[in-house]
């Protein structure tokens, strides 16, 4: 059965280390429906997240697949267990006066925040998990989205 | 018989000779890390990009360097030199074209897991990026066929860079690893510090296996009924081919051997079925077909051996011995996972594993296939039978050269009909099939073992992709025999044109080529031919008497094809068995 998981992949911070990573997927025909890199919590190593869609042999050849790149220390299927995933969207919707009112109402429920208003738009910054960012997404739409920028989805397990 | 090549230092002196700490060049340290690792024999092209670490080779004598007349000419040699020695296998090539050249070999390797350090030149670091003249990005075009891959950025890298790639390329799932250096890297004065060791934390290779695990094998043989091993290039690879032989003896099950897996098991013993697959024997795919265990032993279910893989071995237990965990389970489902090295795995089991005593009517199944129906050929006194010269060729040389081949019909007759009996004997290129592998692999083997017999056959089609390195056979008085079985088209894709594509035989007719003895002597290599039997006897011998290298043509038969043959799509029980039936 395909579904989504999300595996965390820790490498060595090297140049090409992403390109390694993102081709091995387009190689074999993986899937990547996001990926995030970033620092990680100790020097030299980098954290990515990668967000995949497959079924669990897929899931299982991906995992053996990575940990065959050199500069790949550690592999983590995150979505095995509970786990918190946030992902950072910049909404710019079009919003006359008129209607800041009522998207300040979409924001607020959101615990969303506008960050920047211009003359006939304004910046949404919303964080949370994917569900919550596509919700919040459809509620804005009907006001027009002029950019819209996701971040992808990082994530830890709990606990 | 002995090839005209110098012998090498010990790697005592040279250690001596080379390890002090002391500023020198990027090159240098090259060439010095190079010999460090006991390596003995490069094969090269020189360029702009590497002109310093060519500068840097002048007079030195402390390994061979061969100028292939093509990189593509040095990788396969490297790719050879590896496969017949155990050792990493080393190539330079300039930076551009050079490198790209060296594209085809370092696939090859890598699908066929070979160790072979690839070094590549490349523009200054500060050209980098800029369309500068002959760049390429190496490591990103060789980023999917390479099994590790470095980009130097400054001198003092080299010395452990070099050490982590010889130890990366001969590790766990052996493979190619490239090294691509800048031109101003190779300058770059610093101090060399030899002694380095390795600490590489995303790479530990699993060698020995899970106790449980062949418990769990020990077990499953003791039930079987149909049992099979499947052995492939990785029980060669490892060093496992002894206990592999205990292994078969212990249990008394019968066993078939990959095409890279040939030599792995002595061809001659009564447990062996012969190759399984496409080519492979009756036996040995009746008897995958019909097995209730499958113990496959580093061989990786490649599609050639499956054939369809949803009717692949469709009643066995299927055990998968592997020192890549990724290839288990990758296409053919497993019971029974066993990661771990060959060898090692091996050691461990043999002590544990009884005679698998129900499966006596299973072995006397198999003897009486393998009686019914072995290779056969229709034998003519007219024309030259390709299967005939190949057993000509095992018959006079007892089984004991190193034979190479290229790829094509010929390969499969070799495959076929030339018995091998000892590991590292049989260099093919299997997974990539690349044609123009074969002759100058036969180079690389031929300096990996100056004092044995190499043989290089080929097809008059692949002979020309590579034919350019007579040059290096006849200047370097390197003796290989190299065998082109003429058949004036493309063989194999003929015999698919005939049984697949209705007889519309599509741009295969090889008219044109060139009259090949008169190549051989134009390049200074002994040039022989042969169209009846008779002729082929008497150039045949007449070529292992020469201490030189020799090419002999055996102009055969247009229309033979390779039988047994399973056709894409068919399980391998379904075979055409055109003139062994
Ligand atoms: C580089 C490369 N190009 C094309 C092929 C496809 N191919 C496979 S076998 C073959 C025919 C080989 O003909 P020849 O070398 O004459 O050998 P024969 O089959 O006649 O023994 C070809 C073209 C290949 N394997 N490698």
Redesign the pocket.
Known sequence: MTKNHVIAVLVNDQPGVLQRVSGLFGRRGYNIESITVGQSEEPGLSRMVIVTEGDDTTLEQIEKQLYKLIDVIKVVNLSANPMVSRELALIKVKAEPAERPEIMGVVETFRAAVVDIGAGSMMVQVIGDTEKIDAMIELLRPYGIRELSRTGVTAMTRG | MSAQIPAVRSTEQLREKWMKPEVISGSEILLRSLLLEGVECVFGYPGGAVLYIYDAMYGFDDFHHLLTRHEQGAIHAADGYARASGKVGVCIATSGPGATNTVTGIATAYMDSVPLVVITGNVATSLIGTDAFQEADITGITMPITKHSYLVRDAEDLPRIIHEAFHIANTGRKGPVLIDIPKDVSAQKVRFEPEHSIDLRGYHPTVVPNRLQLDKLVAAISEAERPVILAGGGVIYSGGHEGLLEFATRSGIPITTTLLGLGAFPSGHDLWMGMPGMHGTYTANQAIQQSDLLISIGARFDDRVTGRLDGFAPHAKIVHIDIDPAEIGKNVKTDIPIVGDVKTVLEMLNPMVGYSSKADAWRAQISRWKQEKPFKYKDSEDVLKPQWVIEMLNDTTHGEAIVTT?????QMWTAQYYKFNQPRSFITSGGL????FGFPAAIGAQMAHPDRLVISI?????MQ?CAQELAICAINKIPVKIVV?N?Q?????RQWQELIYDNRYSHID?AGSPDFVKLAEAYGVKGLRATSKEEAERAWQEALDNDGPVLVEFVVHKGENVYPMVTQGSTIDQMLMGDCE
Do not use: A, F, R, S
Request: glycine share 30%; proline share 0%.
């Open positions: 290229d790829v094509g019909q010929h099939g690349t044609m123009g080929n097809g008059d089609g692949g992709m079985i058949n088209v493309l063989g194999m894709v090889l």
